[in-house]
């Protein structure tokens, strides 16, 4: 008997160029990979840079703003402008009438001072000689407002005023050891004045 034969398969030999075209579509995938992360990459570095430039103009506008506030408190406090609690406050030297000492005030930027606390009371009557405030009874008798407008809510008359005695309708506030020292004055006659801004 005889043996079968058993058929040999021949190796397969490639070509160089299927051998490398072979090898090269391995890298393809890792291609595609590389170069998505150096697009995320890029991305991320365009948004970093955006960010970082957005937050430096933040800081340049802050910064801009922060040296303006202290140009206007050194122009303020060379102007004799006082500040108590969050305003600003500037006591006349020249004496005028309430309308005329109103001018003066809001051509500063300002008004005549608005006492809304105890604590701003205090402070007022730091202030020497009788000086005009930013009340009056104009529009209604007996009917006390402040130049915003509103109602007084808290008051610090001296005791038997206002008493509109010679057409007072306008309040000042005067040097005095009592807290309550406000008084009702004739608008035409002639004060210093206390500005708040």
Partial sequence: MEEPQVRRRRPIHRTKEEHTGTRSRK????????????CVI?????????????????????????????????????????????????????????SESRKFCQEKGADLIII???????FARMFHWNRWIGLSDLEHEGVWRWVDGSLVNTSFWHP?????????????????????NWNDYSCTKKCYCICEK
């Fill in 160 to 180: 038997g005023e206002p008493n509109n005695q010679g057409s007072e309708h306008c309040g000042t506030v005067y040097f005095d050891v009592r807290r309550d």
């Fill in 27 to 38: 890298w393809i995938p890792l291609i595609f990979i590389g170069f998505g992360l150096f």
């Fill in 116 to 122: 809304n606390s105890v604590q701003e009371q205090e």
């Fill in 42 to 98: 890029q991305a991320l570095n365009l948004y970093l840079r955006i960010l970082m430039e957005t937050k430096n103009q933040q800081i340049l506008q802050e910064r801009d703003a922060l040296k303006q506030k202290l140009q206007d408190i050194e122009y303020l406090t060379t102007e004799g402008w006082q500040y108590f609690e969050g305003s600003w406050y500037l006591g006349s030297y020249t004496e005028r009438s309430w």
